[in-house]
């Protein structure tokens, strides 16, 4: 009876164990994926542009700057793709302009001040910020009626540049987008950008939504497509914006 007794005890331990790990990201932590252009680099750190990310990533940088600084070590895997294929690189290869991917594993939860002084697992580096020419941009300015959520945003369009424009001849004004865990949010107060979420947009606020589809899309297609960038009191006209 005794010998049970401790073997009982010993799988509720290493039960309790496992939940504790998964609650916590398990042992290697939570996976937190920045993505956008590489502004500095040093041994030390990188500062990025962040135009995306994962759930987690993103979660954490509510209410923060887009351009963030990361900090790196020995231990930092960098890999340098070209033509598609990776290969191991240094520090000295991350230039400025860069398109960049930072992966950080941290405590579930961790505050982005956490997040940034654990040094980052991998950086791949795309090389020069491109769009390729199969994915042109469709952008469309207008009005929200207030938060938005369910990965969907409901605009009453005003503007846009003239791909977006041309793929609403003949439909209504008021459309619908769609976003998820990559999409940035972010909002303007003059010329410095702060990262929200959907939840935080406000009734009459003036957004622009940013898409990147196939030349010729239909609209239905375009609106199926999660939305890159979302920008709340853009400043400017990005209206002009055709590329």
Do not use: C
């Not at 007794?5 to 164990?17: E, K, V, Y």
């Not at 231990?75 to 950080?104: A, C, F, M, R, Y």
Request: hydrophobic share 35%.
């Amino acid at each position: 009876m005794k010998h049970r007794l401790i073997l009982s005890l010993a799988l509720a331990a290493a039960a309790f164990a496992t939940v504790a790990a998964t609650a916590t990201g398990g042992p290697k932590g939570q996976l937190y994926v920045f993505r956008g252009d590489l502004l500095n680099a040093s041994t030390s750190n990188v500062q990025v542009q962040v135009e995306g990310g994962n759930h987690a990533a993103l979660k954490a940088l509510v209410g923060q700057s887009q351009d963030q600084t990361f900090t790196i070590d020995s231990s930092t895997e960098i890999l340098v793709w070209s033509h598609g294929v990776p290969h191991v690189g240094t520090v000295t290869d991350l230039k400025q302009g860069d398109d960049v991917q930072l992966n950080v594993r941290a405590p579930h939860g961790s505050s982005l001040q956490t997040i940034e002084g654990t040094a980052a697992k991998q950086i791949g580096d795309h090389g020069p910020v491109t769009h390729p020419a199969s994915r042109p941009l469709y952008l469309y300015v207008g009005t929200v009626t207030g938060p938005q959520s369910g990965g969907h945003i409901a605009l009453h369009v005003t503007s846009g540049n003239w791909r977006g424009l041309e793929s609403m001849l003949g439909q209504g004004l008021d459309q619908t987008f769609s976003y998820d865990d990559s999409t940035i949010f972010l909002l303007w107060q003059g010329r410095v950008p702060t990262v929200i979420d959907a939840s935080h947009l406000q009734a009459g606020d003036r957004i622009t939504i940013r898409i990147r589809a196939p030349r010729g899309a239909t609209l239905a297609q375009i609106e199926a497509t999660p939305a890159k960038h979302v920008g709340d009191h853009e400043p400017g006209d990005p209206a002009t914006q055709n590329t």
